[in-house]
């Protein structure tokens, strides 16, 4: 490749490169059903790499050159990146759809540029989750109920929230449930990552909160519907669920690690300490590894090896 361009003027990529990501874009969209979000992370990030290119060659990125770039590109590349004040991760992130984005320009084009998945990404420390502590959670619940003056969604956010918080759910597993599943018996099945199924014990105590919003709920009962309705009646959003959480946190005077997802971690968590299996935890989870459910709940090494022996008692 030629040497990067010295008049400091950005060089645009050709509308052919850019014509292929939109292309990539909707495909993502139409056959893999990737969320809007997805789809806008991955848009910013191939552009800017695809400029960075144009820049970098000090002439058009064409469609052409995409299978001629090099491990010395690549990792220019993700030097300007962390130039520009990137973290770790968020050029970990952007390497991730740059390489999605030459493995379908492999498949359907053929411009196979091998250098782009031999460049080893920038190293990053796991994220250790940080749940809250028991008091902390019920704490948490009960302020929810508190942020509203309307008694049915005041009822309502403390039902999500408790759901979160008692079966272990993610915010949009506990979101996509339809009326249908109520009143809650004493398992609840859920759809969750990758279409997995699973079933998950109920408290009463969720169960109860449930049964309290349905009761309030303005809105007549239709078992196709959402569960948790906002308050024009569509589905909730998870936007609500994550602002009515921070409120919380802050009039709680809790750390920023007090997410919704946190209440996820710490009923794994509070489950191990109570003597709960590391297997049964994972299932409830819906985790397809063990050694995910080892980072939710901390667990050390010496106690993964414990559960595996118990496991895999042949292997010992």
Not at 99 to 109: D, G, I, M, P, T
Not at 215 to 225: I, N, V, Y
Request: some cysteine.
């Amino acid at each position: 490749m030629t040497a990067p361009t010295s008049s400091g003027t950005a060089t645009a990529p050709s509308g052919g490169a850019l014509a292929l990501l939109e292309e990539w874009l909707a495909q993502l969209g139409a056959v893999r059903g990737a969320s809007q979000k997805t789809l806008i992370a991955y848009r910013r990030d191939v552009a800017t790499y695809l400029r960075f290119l144009a820049d970098h060659w000090g002439g058009p990125a064409g469609s052409a050159a995409l299978a001629r770039v090099s491990t010395s590109d690549i990792r220019a590349w993700m030097a300007h990146e962390r130039s520009r004040g990137l973290s770790a991760r968020s050029v970990a992130r952007a390497l991730s759809a740059v390489r999605s984005f030459h493995a379908w320009l492999a498949e359907a084009r053929g411009l196979i540029a091998p250098a782009v998945t031999a460049t080893r990404g920038p190293r990053v420390k796991p994220r250790l989750p940080r749940p809250v502590a028991p008091d902390a959670a019920k704490a948490l619940i009960a302020t929810v109920g508190a942020q509203s003056l309307e008694p049915w969604v005041a009822a309502r956010d403390i039902a999500v929230v408790t759901l979160l918080y008692g079966c272990g759910l993610r915010i949009s597993e506990a979101l996509s449930l339809r009326q249908g599943v109520a009143p809650l018996g004493d398992m609840l099945k859920v759809r969750g990552k990758g279409g997995r199924e699973r079933l998950v014990p109920v408290l009463p105590v969720a169960a109860a909160a449930v049964e309290s919003y349905r009761r309030l709920m303005p809105f007549p009962p239709d078992p196709s519907a959402p569960l948790f309705r906002g308050v024009r009646g569509g589905e909730l959003n998870q936007r609500h669920v994550q602002q009515m959480m921070a409120n919380a946190r802050m009039q709680l005077g809790l750390p920023p690690t007090a997410t919704p997802h946190a209440l996820r971690h710490s009923f794994a968590t509070h489950l191990l300490e109570a003597g709960g299996d590391l297997r049964t935890i994972q299932e409830l989870l819906g985790h397809a590894t063990l050694a995910t459910t080892q980072v939710y709940t901390g667990v050390d090494q010496a106690r993964l090896m414990e559960v595996y022996a118990a496991a895999h008692p042949k292997a010992h």
